[in-house]
């Protein structure tokens, strides 16, 4: 087993080039996150994870893939999911008549929710992606565009309930799931892929609220991504770089002993630390430093990928010079992801009779 791969990255396009392979065989890689411009159609999605695999087959093959419109593969057979607000909507529909049970509508969004965890995570596999950064636990507060139908619901205890209804779908198929945005992006308006979301509550108002979820699902979580937001009562710097949110709320107060990844370090919420721009090394080291055992890098392949080269080489360095220490523990949460059944090849998949009855409950 390797020391500790904490880098998630991406590759340029359909096919990998040499560059891709030279950085997928980089010790301090750990896994890959595909996007839209890596799709072409089924065969091409299968072959392109089945040579990632043959570069390191321990590589964890990830995508942003919730539904909605967050859904990068789209065709060729991928079912169209639909976002997740649909699910809370059918939660809180109980349908009109004298014989309609009460609750009945959050046992049939429960149920469906169920079914949409299966088959995303049953059709991912199939083409060789291994994990999906879903679900969403963010709540709908009506103010986040980013986050928007994405969202669940606007209570913690609807979208707790979905949410591992979802899961457990996931888990049917053979594949983990992470949480996100912890402990809660839904409140602020900004985006943090191009601004510096501030949420000014207090902590007790987001730890009733945003981030109940989170213990709430502790036993069951996966993984978790922290939001690049500042709770600047609770700490200066963002979610994910904040060793007070990561250790002492999420893992000490929370239970919560999974994979933590950062979000995206090539966002603006991701680069800004105690008001300095940072590099992506120095984002890297802090938000390891913080507590996450995962760091993503995305959308900086293409062209020469030097932003990429720079993070490998500079995480490297310094691991060396020890400005960030590797953790076995963070490794073996790593590899804990990766799924420890074979998929159902696609063809095989479309006559399951368990897929089937999903696809026959989505809304």
Same mark, same amino acid.
């Given at each position: 087993?390797?020391?500790?791969?904490?880098?998630?990255?991406?590759? %340029?396009?359909? /096919?990998? $080039? @040499?560059?891709?392979?030279?950085?997928? !065989?980089?010790?301090?890689?750990? #896994? =890959?996150?595909?996007?839209?411009?890596?799709?072409?159609?089924?065969?091409?999605?299968?072959?392109?994870?089945?040579?990632?695999?043959?570069?390191?087959?321990?590589?964890?093959?990830?995508?942003?893939?919730?539904?909605?419109?967050?859904?990068?593969?789209?065709?060729?057979?991928?079912?169209?999911?639909?976002?997740?607000?649909?699910?809370?909507?059918?939660?809180?529909?109980?349908?009109?008549?004298?014989?309609?049970?009460?609750?009945?509508?959050?046992?049939? %969004?429960?149920? /469906?929710? $169920? @079914?949409?965890?299966?088959?995303?995570? !049953?059709?991912?596999?199939?083409? #060789? =992606?291994?994990?999906?950064?879903?679900?969403?636990?963010?709540?709908?507060?009506?103010?986040?565009?980013?986050?928007?139908?994405?969202?669940?619901?606007?209570?913690?205890?609807?979208?707790?309930?979905?949410?591992?209804?979802?899961?457990?779908?996931?888990?049917?198929a053979g594949m983990a799931h992470c949480g996100k945005h912890f402990p809660g992006h839904g409140f602020v308006r900004a985006d943090s892929h191009t601004?510096?979301?501030?949420?000014?509550?207090?902590?007790?108002?987001?730890?009733?609220?945003?981030? @109940?979820?989170?213990?709430?699902?502790?036993?069951?979580?996966?993984?978790?991504?922290?939001?690049?937001?500042?709770?600047?009562?609770?700490?200066?710097?963002?979610?994910?770089?904040?060793?007070?949110?990561?250790?002492?709320?999420?893992?000490?107060?929370?239970?919560?002993?999974?994979?933590?990844?950062?979000?995206?370090?090539?966002?603006?919420g991701a680069r800004r630390l105690d008001g300095q721009q940072v590099s992506y090394t120095d984002a890297a080291v802090a938000a390891l430093e913080a507590?996450?055992?995962?760091?993503?890098?995305?959308?900086?392949?293409?062209?020469?990928?030097?932003?990429?080269?720079?993070?490998?080489?500079?995480?490297?360095?310094?691991?060396?010079?020890?400005?960030?220490?590797?953790?076995?523990?963070?490794?073996?949460?790593?590899?804990?992801?990766?799924?420890?059944?074979?998929?159902?090849?696609?063809?095989?998949?479309?006559?399951?009779?368990?897929?089937?009855?999903?696809?026959?409950?989505?809304?």
């Amino acid at each position: 087993m390797t020391e500790h791969a904490p880098i998630i990255l991406d590759v %340029a396009g359909t /096919a990998l $080039t @040499a560059d891709d392979r030279r950085r997928l !065989a980089h010790p301090l890689t750990g #896994g =890959v996150i595909l996007f839209a411009r890596n799709w072409e159609h089924r065969a091409q999605l299968l072959q392109l994870t089945s040579a990632i695999k043959a570069v390191r087959d321990d590589l964890l093959i990830c995508v942003d893939h919730e539904g909605g419109r967050v859904q990068r593969f789209r065709t060729d057979g991928f079912t169209h999911l639909p976002p997740m607000r649909v699910f809370g909507d059918m939660w809180m529909d109980d349908g009109k008549g004298a014989k309609t049970v009460p609750g009945s509508g959050a046992l049939r %969004a429960s149920n /469906a929710a $169920t @079914a949409a965890g299966y088959v995303l995570g !049953a059709e991912l596999r199939a083409c #060789g =992606v291994d994990f999906s950064f879903t679900p969403v636990l963010d709540l709908d507060w009506g103010e986040s565009g980013v986050i928007g139908d994405r969202a669940f619901h606007r209570d913690a205890r609807v979208v707790t309930m979905l949410a591992k209804s979802l899961m457990h779908g996931l888990l049917q198929a053979g594949m983990a799931h992470c949480g996100k945005h912890f402990p809660g992006h839904g409140f602020v308006r900004a985006d943090s892929h191009t601004e510096v979301p501030v949420d000014r509550r207090s902590l007790k108002a987001i730890l009733a609220d945003d981030a @109940a979820p989170y213990p709430w699902l502790s036993s069951v979580l996966t993984s978790v991504m922290p939001a690049h937001v500042i709770y600047p009562n609770v700490d200066s710097r963002p979610a994910g770089f904040s060793r007070r949110w990561l250790q002492d709320i999420l893992r000490r107060q929370m239970r919560f002993d999974g994979a933590i990844f950062s979000d995206d370090l090539s966002m603006e919420g991701a680069r800004r630390l105690d008001g300095q721009q940072v590099s992506y090394t120095d984002a890297a080291v802090a938000a390891l430093e913080a507590g996450c055992d995962l760091v993503l890098l995305c959308n900086q392949s293409m062209g020469k990928g030097e932003p990429v080269d720079e993070l490998l080489d500079g995480l490297l360095a310094a691991r060396d010079q020890g400005a960030w220490q590797p953790s076995v523990d963070s490794e073996a949460r790593r590899l804990a992801l990766v799924p420890q059944t074979l998929p159902h090849a696609w063809d095989d998949l479309m006559y399951q009779p368990a897929y089937r009855q999903a696809l026959d409950l989505l809304p």
